[in-house]
């Protein structure tokens, strides 16, 4: 049979259900990552399990996000973090190794496997030709149990490329020219394979950032052939022995497809405040610049850092601008410094800060009032920088370094005139030094988890009941994110294993009061417009809300993970059938939805609802998965109960 190279690893890892788009398929899951902001509850959720080690190939914890150790907290769930890994066999990569994305390529990625990250840029193993999906913390927890990971089987979006990408204009764009073809949305339900003769001029770091913001399109994952690019990269992390080569079958047939000339895209940059509004540079240069950041969660590579070291060699930041680099691996740092491009940045002012997330999550690097903040980042939602009304664009590193330099918004074209391009070698070997993982071995499996003051246990949620009144709590429009539902930053991210304090934050830049007005309501009801919930994987988007008292979120069109999510916790993933009814409800009205469990028990996709006199109807679009864990008031009750039994 001829197939697709997603076809072909779906196939391979296949445990249930068949390859047709829309249905639902359960997969083998070979690697699973966390992240410290979704691992701590992640691992609550694991031991909730009861298991006494993963089961999953490779299990690995990554501490690259709550970083600032403003009080205990952080350093409490580290602690909890590094003994949990230690007594249920998950590799531990220490504060400061670098980001999850970053460091699992360099250390564990592999062609043809699958990872499953409680992070949604976990698509960014595309670099390595693995399919990484993106998932709440607790379908990681089962996946780290042994359990497939069930979702609806994507479409395929083949993506052809030809040509290479002129001077000046890199990786960054080739996914910001995505993202201006197809917005926000325009991934939702597909895998997006790129293949063609332009494939093999991009790099695997190159491929990383494509797939990693890959997730910004709403794409379920991105792919790339593994070839001599692959093998190369692989060999130079000493680990060529794990590469094979993979493609599509020659002839294979894609259900959607798109060409791009890469010979013809040009700089680009997303504005605020959505990773999908873009524009070319030239059309927002002279905006007076007073921050870059390069690094982070995308673009944090070797070749990322180093052209723009090659860049401001020499010459010095502009004096309004405050020049930042994260890098993404405490690897890549040490490969800059030894390829001379730690010193060229220090001496152009920059600030280089520890290997993580970082302002990416709002964990400092916040941009004063009105100031203008260039980013090589993946996402600019409102607010996510942690300043009120930021104004923070997305851009390539060869673009935030030309603001750098010249104080405003510049077309990195604009350098060549004064100096050539530096285009970036990859090392044939990186220095390697892996002592900041701590792999699992029997010795430490008899550790014992350290459980600080900051880690609560989970909250308890009682089985859907035959039927709801609720309270319409807030009513959004489309494309709201994750970064609206449950904000993230310094102050938040510590409470990510604290329920209770971290859902005073639930909707917090819409009403501050939210949460203490949502309580109030008893039992509630949230409505939004399209691609609600887009963007993170935190599941606390959902677990907070429902522990709030919201049942039902009845949207327009819902992001895939955040939708699983709600299954996750209990809450009802509702649609509306006729979208003119969302005009029609108010704050404040009460929908009265009745014999409910009746109905998801009888498998019904139509589900009535009553406001005051007039019947609407909405749809449920879950698998019998889904369903049953809905029934029991979430997963982790289905579980449990079914364990018992
Ligand atoms: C993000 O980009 O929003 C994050 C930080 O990577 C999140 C993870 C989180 O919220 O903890 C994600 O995308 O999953």
Known sequence: MIQNLTQKILAAHLVEGKLEPGTEIGIRIDHTLLQDATGTMAMLEFEALGLPKVKAGLAAQYVDHNLLETDNKNADDHKYLQTACARYGLHFSRPGNGVSHQVHMERFGRPGFTLLGADSH??????????????????????????????????????????????????????????????????????????????????????????????????????????????RYLESQGRVDVWVELAADPGCSYDEHAEIDLTKVEPLIACP??????????????????????????????????????????????????????????????????????????????????????????????????????????????????????????????????????????????????????????????????????????????????RGPNIKPLPHFEPLPESLSLKVAIKVGDN?????????????????????????????????????????????????????????????????????????????????????????????????KDGRDYDTIQPGDVLDFSELRQLLKAGAVEIPLRIGKRVITALLDVSDHQRRHLLAGGTLNFIRNSLAR
């Open 273 to 450: 405040t959505s990773p999908g509004n873009v524009k070319r540079v030239q059309e927002v240069a002279g905006i007076k610049v007073d921050q870059t950041i390069t690094g982070s969660s995308v673009n944090s590579s070797f070749r990322d850092l180093l052209v723009v070291a090659r860049i401001v060699k020499g010459r010095h930041s502009h004096p309004d601008v405050s020049f930042h680099i994260n890098p993404g691996s405490r690897q890549v740092l040490e490969n800059i410094a030894d390829a001379g491009g730690v010193m060229d940045l220090l001496l152009a002012g920059a600030r280089i800060h520890q290997s993580g997330c970082l302002g990416c999550i709002g964990m400092g690097q916040a941009p004063g009032t009105g100031q203008v903040s260039l980013r090589t980042f993946p996402r600019n939602f409102p607010g996510r920088s942690g300043t009120k009304d930021d104004q923070v664009y997305l851009c390539s590193p060869e673009t935030a370094a030309a603001a750098t330099l010249k104080g405003v918004i510049t077309d990195p074209r604009e350098l060549g005139k004064e100096m050539d391009y530096p285009r970036i070698v990859d090392p044939e070997k990186y220095l390697v030094d892996e002592s900041s993982i701590i792999f699992p071995s029997p010795e430490l499996a008899t550790t014992e988890v350290v």
């Open 480 to 576: 709201v994110s994750t970064d609206t539902i449950m904000p993230a930053g310094n102050k938040v991210l510590p409470l990510r294993s604290n329920i209770d304090a971290i859902s005073e934050f639930v909707f917090y830049q819409l009403n501050p009061d939210f949460h203490r007005e949502c309580r109030a309501l008893g039992d509630a009801i949230v409505i939004g417009g399209d691609n609600y919930g887009q963007g993170s994987s935190r599941e606390h988007a959902a677990l907070a809300p429902r522990y709030l008292g919201v049942r039902i979120k009845l949207v327009k069109s819902f992001a895939r993970i955040h939708k699983a999510n709600l299954c996750n916790f209990g809450i009802l993933p509702l649609t509306f």
């Open 122 to 231: 976990s698509t960014g193993a595309a670099g390595v030709s693995m399919l990484g999906i993106g998932a709440g913390g607790l379908d990681v927890a089962l996946a780290m149990a042994g359990y497939p990971y069930y979702l609806p089987c994507p479409k395929v979006f083949g993506v052809k490329l030809v040509g290479q990408l002129p001077d000046w204009v890199s990786a960054k764009d080739v996914i910001l020219e995505m993202l201006r073809r197809y917005d926000v949305k325009g991934g939702l339900g597909k895998i997006i394979e790129y293949y063609g003769p332009g494939v093999a001029t991009l790099s695997a770091t190159d491929r990383e950032t494509i797939g990693n913001m890959g997730a910004e399109l709403g794409a379920t994952t991105t792919l790339f052939p593994s070839d001599e690019r692959t093998r």
